[in-house]
């Protein structure tokens, strides 16, 4: 299996199963002297690990990650950093009655078609596991950030359970650490409380909506036609398991705006700097960051491993009933939220040496 790898200058390759000994990620281009210890980004691992309430995974793991290379003295060194996180809570037996069987609505029939092989045992690579390594490199792209960007802040939030969205107009940034649910509206998690409650007990499963959003992210990131920040942006968030659709700024509801709505008009600040009166464009215009907040929303599918018997197909051919045993995620959703926090960081940074090699400052004064 090749493709392990995303990023030009900051890249990130991930290794590991589900059901493995342990997973992680090779970062390498992390520049020198960046503080770094593994607690930095135990932070972040322990925001998404599983088993921390009702409504995911009970698969309990420690997510403790070990940083083996790259980091001397409590600084990085420029050399590659390589990251571990030990699988300690495999329980593969759960999975022994689907080894013949195809589950709907996961890579299992994709991933036997195209290699003649699959790890059963909780999808393999395909598992939604993978992100613990994500979340891990995002926290080496946080460090640097710091001290490249330092004003940079990246928040992510839940804001659509299944049918059930958000009101805009209850938005409370100090709302998404105080629920289960990573949501910015009170009463939206007390809302989705009860429904979630309701599916899974019922051994059903849910798709979510979440929108990651990084403030003070500068003007210049990104490059016309092939190297847009946008398209980078998109294409970090679709490789998430389980991502179906993703969308920059005003998004898919552009189509339904005319050129007067839609236009971001520009006025000058009183720092001197263009300020805009809105931000359809999500921070991006040309593939080129504007200084405004880079905002993104992508769409999680319903978890495929469901309790709920589903036809199929075997290896061999023959109809089947399935249901799937094991312990998953509801709404595989909700721990999204800090593995998009980590690839629009993987991504930033990324763009922030590019921008730095190629440009160092920017050269369009205004003003």
């Not at 090779?26 to 691992?45: F, K, S, Y």
């Given at each position: 299996m090749s493709i392990n790898s995303f990023g030009r200058l900051f890249t990130v390759t991930t290794w590991g199963e589900s059901h493995g000994p342990a997973l992680g990620a090779t970062v390498d281009g992390c520049p020198p002297g960046v503080p770094l210890d593994a607690e930095m980004l135990q932070r972040?691992?322990?925001?998404?690990?599983?088993?921390?309430?009702?409504?995911?995974?009970?698969?309990?793991?420690?997510?403790?990650?070990?940083?083996?290379?790259?980091?001397?003295?409590?600084?990085?060194?420029?050399?590659?950093?390589?990251?571990?996180?030990?699988?300690?809570?495999?329980?593969?037996?759960?999975?022994?009655?689907?080894?013949?069987?195809?589950?709907?609505?996961?890579?299992?029939?994709?991933?036997?078609?195209?290699?003649?092989?699959?790890?059963?045992?909780?999808?393999?690579?395909?598992?939604?596991?993978?992100?613990?390594?994500?979340?891990?490199?995002?926290?080496?792209?946080?460090?640097?950030?710091?001290?490249?960007?330092?004003?940079?802040?990246?928040?992510?939030?839940?804001?659509?359970?299944?049918?059930?969205?958000?009101?805009?107009?209850?938005?409370?940034?100090?709302?998404?650490?105080?629920?289960?649910?990573?949501?910015?509206?009170?009463?939206?998690?007390?809302?989705?409380?009860?429904?979630?409650?309701?599916?899974?007990?019922?051994?059903?499963?849910?798709?979510?909506?979440?929108?990651?959003?990084?403030?003070?992210?500068?003007?210049?990131?990104?490059?016309?036609?092939?190297?847009?920040?946008?398209?980078?942006?998109?294409?970090?968030?679709?490789?998430?398991?389980?991502?179906?659709?993703?969308?920059?700024?005003?998004?898919?509801?552009?189509?339904?705006?005319?050129?007067?709505d839609n236009a971001d008009e520009i006025f000058m600040g009183n720092d001197g700097k263009p300020v805009y009166s809105s931000n359809h464009a999500g921070g991006v215009l040309g593939g080129i960051s504007t200084g405004q907040d880079l905002v993104c929303r992508f769409a999680v599918k319903p978890t495929s491993s469901i309790l709920k018997p589903r036809q199929t197909i075997t290896k061999s051919g023959q109809s089947a009933e399935i249901i799937t045993k094991g312990r998953h995620d509801p709404c595989v959703g909700i721990r999204a939220v800090p593995v998009g926090e980590a690839m629009m960081a993987c991504v930033i940074l990324d763009h922030v040496l590019l921008h730095r090699g190629q440009i160092g400052q920017n050269r369009g004064p205004i003003g």
């Amino acid at each position: 299996m090749s493709i392990n790898s995303f990023g030009r200058l900051f890249t990130v390759t991930t290794w590991g199963e589900s059901h493995g000994p342990a997973l992680g990620a090779t970062v390498d281009g992390c520049p020198p002297g960046v503080p770094l210890d593994a607690e930095m980004l135990q932070r972040w691992l322990d925001l998404r690990k599983p088993g921390q309430n009702k409504y995911t995974t009970q698969r309990r793991e420690p997510d403790a990650v070990e940083i083996l290379s790259g980091v001397f003295e409590g600084q990085t060194t420029g050399t590659p950093i390589q990251l571990m996180i030990r699988n300690t809570d495999q329980r593969s037996k759960d999975y022994s009655d689907i080894m013949e069987k195809f589950r709907p609505g996961h890579a299992d029939i994709t991933y036997w078609q195209k290699y003649g092989i699959r790890d059963y045992r909780g999808g393999g690579r395909s598992s939604a596991r993978e992100t613990a390594a994500r979340v891990a490199a995002g926290g080496v792209a946080r460090e640097a950030l710091k001290v490249l960007v330092p004003d940079l802040e990246i928040t992510g939030c839940m804001v659509q359970m299944g049918p059930h969205k958000i009101n805009r107009e209850a938005w409370d940034w100090d709302q998404i650490a105080q629920n289960p649910f990573w949501t910015p509206d009170a009463q939206a998690a007390q809302d989705w409380a009860a429904y979630l409650d309701e599916l899974r007990k019922s051994g059903n499963s849910v798709g979510a909506v979440i929108e990651v959003v990084a403030k003070g992210a500068p003007a210049g990131l990104g490059a016309p036609i092939y190297g847009k920040i946008d398209t980078d942006i998109a294409t970090a968030m679709m490789s998430i398991n389980a991502v179906k659709g993703v969308e920059i700024g005003a998004g898919m509801g552009a189509a339904e705006l005319t050129g007067e709505d839609n236009a971001d008009e520009i006025f000058m600040g009183n720092d001197g700097k263009p300020v805009y009166s809105s931000n359809h464009a999500g921070g991006v215009l040309g593939g080129i960051s504007t200084g405004q907040d880079l905002v993104c929303r992508f769409a999680v599918k319903p978890t495929s491993s469901i309790l709920k018997p589903r036809q199929t197909i075997t290896k061999s051919g023959q109809s089947a009933e399935i249901i799937t045993k094991g312990r998953h995620d509801p709404c595989v959703g909700i721990r999204a939220v800090p593995v998009g926090e980590a690839m629009m960081a993987c991504v930033i940074l990324d763009h922030v040496l590019l921008h730095r090699g190629q440009i160092g400052q920017n050269r369009g004064p205004i003003g």
